[in-house]
Every structure is written in C-alpha cells, then in structure tokens.
C-alpha cells in the first residue's frame, strides 16, 4: 500500500496539479475570512465546474480550499472578534485580545503556523493510518457519540473559567435554539411559533453572525472616539520566519492538539468546532498560568487552530475508507469523487490508488503552503481593516453582516433573528455570560439528541443502552471527571486559602 502512495507522488507534482492545491488554498482563506461563507460551500460552488477537468486538479483544488478556510476564519476572529467559521469561535477568545492590545499580526503568526502544523499531522495520519484508524470509527455507535456530546458541551462550560452558572445557562440556551424546527423523527414542529421559516431550524451563520459580530460592531458604534491611529489598532507584525523560533514553545500544545483533532475528526458529525473547544480547554487546563487565558494568552491561539486544521484530512478517513464522511465538507468531498466516477469504500483504494494517495498528498501540500501564502496574504492585506476609523468600521460590519445573512436564502426574516441573536450576544457580554457555550449548544444539541433517541430505539427504550459499552463507559468516567475535577479543585484552593488566613 506503501509503494502506491510513493507511486503517487510524481503526477501530483505536475504544475496543473500544483496550481490548483495553490489556487485552492488562496481561495479558501479568502472564503474562510468573510464571516458567513464555509470551506462546503465553496467546494459546492466549485464542483460543476470540475466536469471536464482531470480528477486530481479538481481533488486538488477542494483539499486547498478546505485547508485555506480553515485557518482564513481565524482573520477575522482575531482582529474582529467575528469567527469566519464556526470551528474559529475559540480562536477568538485570546486572539482578540492580543489584536486590542497591539499584537495582531503575531496572533495571525502563531494562527497560520498552527494551522499548518495541524493540517500537516492530520495529512500524515491520512496517509499512513487510515485503514487501522478506520476502525475506530465502528467502536463509536450512538451511545458513544452521545457520550461524546455530553463531554463536550461539559468541557466548555466547567473548564473555561468564570462562572459555571453562567456557562450552564448559556448552554442551556444554546440547547434550546437547537431543538427548533422540525423533528427528525417524527416530524412535529417544535418552538416554531407558527413560522414556517423556522420549520428546519436556526441556521448556525445566524446565531454566529448574531452573537460574535453584532456586539463588537456595536461596541464599535458606542466608543467613537479612536480616530485609527493609536496604538489599539497597531497590527505589530514582523517576519513570519522571525517569529517563528519564539513559538516554539508551543510544542506540546502542538502536539495535544494535534491528537485531539485527529481523534475528533475521525467522529462522523463532530467536526472542528469541537475539536477546537476540546484542544483549547486542554491546553488550558494544562497551563501554568489559566489565569491569563482569554486576555491574550498566544499558546489559546495555536491550541485551538492546531486542532481545527488536524480535523481536515482526518475527517476524509471515515470517508474514504467506508464512505461515511465524518462532516459536511467530507459529504460534499464525496459528492466530488462520485461525480469523477469514484467510488468512496474499500475497493476505492484497491481501484484508484493513484488518485486516492494522489489526493492525501495534496492534503499535505495544501498545508504546507498555508504558511507561505496565509503568512504573507492574510497578515500583510486583510489585516488592514485594523487601520479603518471604528465608527466607519462599526456601520461597514453591521451593513456586510445583515446583507451576508439576507444572501443565505434571500428572506428579511433570517436578518430580523441574526438582529435578534445580536441583542441577545450584546447583553450577555455586558451581563459576563459567556458565548462559546451556546454555540456549542447548538452545535451539539441536536447532535446529542438524535443519537441519544437512536441509541434508546436501537436498546428498545432500555436506558442502560446507554451505559452498557466500555468505549460508553470510558467517555463517562472522563465527562466525570471534568465536571467534578474543578469543582474539587476550588475546595482545596479555598480551604488553601482559609488556613492562609
């Protein structure tokens, strides 16, 4: 299997097939930075017109727009506070941070290096396991996934800090919004109020663009006086190559995310939002200093970039190796092979291995040349918008937000619930609730809830389906001990501090 994949290598080289990674790449961290716009809807836009081209040009094309939108939605994040991707939203919470104070452009560094590291691992893991880690998969049935839904909204809400009450109530909130529209089963509509725009539910670009560009935006609008010259807004960026030894550092963090996002990418429907939350809570409560996470704290960054980038090509494990894309990009991707008269399975690899290995070295490709294009492109040009006066900037993000949500599906409601979701985000940041919990909420949601129903269907209605696999009752034990660790934790600081006194 090996030698095929060595086989492979000289006919991705040809510049047509170069081009296209480059190509690729370019246009996904362009797609990735405009809040509103995903890696699956480029590459649902790019495949008609890959009819007539040979299938690893347009392979290609999709591994480089998949990894540019990846990392082009921490741009934004970073320097607005507006995740360009759902699976950015945790890059935002040290990135900001760091922009206001001065270091935006190193923040992008660390972002785009992060990225790419990530992007490389999961390409390697690809490559070399993607018939053993395959097998993971069939470990994880419905109960699992539940379980695994379970520990993540509880990692998010106990172990980013602040207060927990507030982290409940935010993913209880969150919960909720996912439980609006129609059921998957039975098909009763839910929380719709009799509007049949909402029958199938809130779209994420909404609640997102609500809750993460509304509120800054209006933050923008409140507080006039910057004229766009003081040092609030000094990108502070220098070589990329520069500040390369400084993150060295990082490596450990690196290498945990890296794991994390391989793991969590080969989960059909987990995806890089949670992988993401998953690393930076790791990386966090691995810290010396938790303290400082969430006030500009770098090592945040490469946490949670590193894993939402070592998500990529791991996801097309599932995928190519059994036909079950483990996200909506791998689905489409699929759509992609078929239409080139690939057959996603076992005998793709048997039948096609030079396109198949020819593909994953692509993958690698396109993540290697993230840091010589997004260091470059995304620090030196779309970092600009730092330098634009804040009430201009304030009323440009407030017009793009609400035409970008009316583009969707061209109807006033979906602007009337981003303004709705944006009221609700600017009180919950003055009231300290914290927002990464709801999103998180919605995301996974719907996900525990389908396969909580399935899993109780397929045990016929007996709740100790849920509890009976060990791989259940691993993933328990762990939910466990993330929700009770910081917990005790504060009783021993506290008591700590009682005898001090």
């Known amino acids: 299997m090996y030698g095929n994949l060595v086989d492979a290598l000289p006919s991705v080289l040809g510049w047509a097939n170069m081009a296209a990674v480059v190509v690729g790449v370019l ?104 018939p053993p880690l395959a097998k993971v998969t069939l470990l994880f049935g419905p109960a699992e996934i539940f379980w ?29 919004v996912s439980l609006i529209g129609s059921d998957t089963i039975t098909g009763y509509d839910r929380l719709t109020f009799g509007h049949l725009e909402l029958l199938d539910g809130i779209n994420i670009v909404v609640l997102l663009v609500g809750l993460y560009a509304l509120p800054p935006a209006m933050d923008l609008l409140e507080d006039p006086s910057f004229d766009g010259t003081g040092k609030r807004f ?31 990418g080969i989960l059909p429907g987990a995806g890089g939002s949670m992988a993401a939350f998953l690393s930076y809570n790791e990386a966090r409560r691995a810290s010396k200093n938790p303290d400082d996470w969430g006030k500009g704290e770098p090592e945040g960054v490469a946490a949670a970039e590193t894993a939402n980038n070592a998500d990529t090509a791991s996801a ?36 096609n291995p030079d396109l198949v290995f020819g593909f994953m070295w692509q993958f690698l490709f396109a993540a290697i040349l993230l840091v010589f294009l997004g260091g470059s492109l995304a620090t030196n040009s779309f970092a600009q918008v730092l330098r634009i ?55 996974l949601g719907s996900f525990a809830e389908e396969n909580l129903r399935l899993a109780l269907r397929i045990g016929r209605g007996d709740p100790s389906a849920l509890w009976q ?30 005898k001090v006194v």
């Open 389 to 443: 006066p804040r009430p201009l900037l304030g009323a440009i993000i407030i017009a793009l937000v609400f035409i970008g949500v009316y583009s969707i599906n061209g109807r006033m409601f979906d602007v009337y619930l981003t303004l709705g979701f944006g009221l609700v985000g600017y009180f919950m940041d003055k009231l300290r609730f914290p927002l990464p919990p709801v999103v998180l909420g919605l995301i």
């Open 234 to 264: 000094t990108l502070g960026t220098g070589s990329i190559w520069k500040a390369l030894p400084s993150m060295l550092r990082f490596w450990k963090t690196w290498v945990r995310s890296s794991f994390i996002g391989v793991l969590v």
């Open 27 to 130: 246009a996904g961290i362009c797609v990735g930075a405009l809040p509103g716009l995903s890696a699956t809807m480029a590459i649902s836009v790019l495949i008609p017109f890959t009819f007539g081209l040979d299938p690893l040009v347009a392979l290609g094309m999709m591994a480089g727009i998949y990894n540019g939108a990846m990392y082009g939605g921490a741009i934004p994040a970073v320097l607005l506070r507006i995740p360009g991707t759902p699976a950015a939203v945790a890059t935002s919470f040290d990135g900001y941070p760091m922009a206001q104070s001065g270091r935006g452009g190193y923040a992008l560094q660390v972002a785009v290096v992060s990225s790419a590291i990530g992007g490389i691992v999961s390409a390697i893991v690809l490559m070399l396991l993607a």
């Open 469 to 498: 696999n060990t791989t259940s009752q691993v993933i328990i034990a762990i939910t466990f001990a993330v929700v009770v660790g910081p917990i005790i934790l504060r009783l021993v600081r506290s008591k700590k501090a009682g």
């Open 316 to 351: 097309m494990i599932p995928a190519l190796t059994l036909g079950i894309p483990g996200t909506s990009v791998a689905a489409v991707m699929l759509g992609g092979l078929l239409i080139h008269g690939l057959q996603p399975g076992p005998l793709l690899f048997r039948d």
């Open 148 to 176: 695994v839904a379970v520990f993540g909204l509880s990692s998010i809400v106990f172990l980013l800090g602040g207060d927990p009450l507030k982290g409940l109530i935010s993913a209880a909130f969150g919960v909720t």
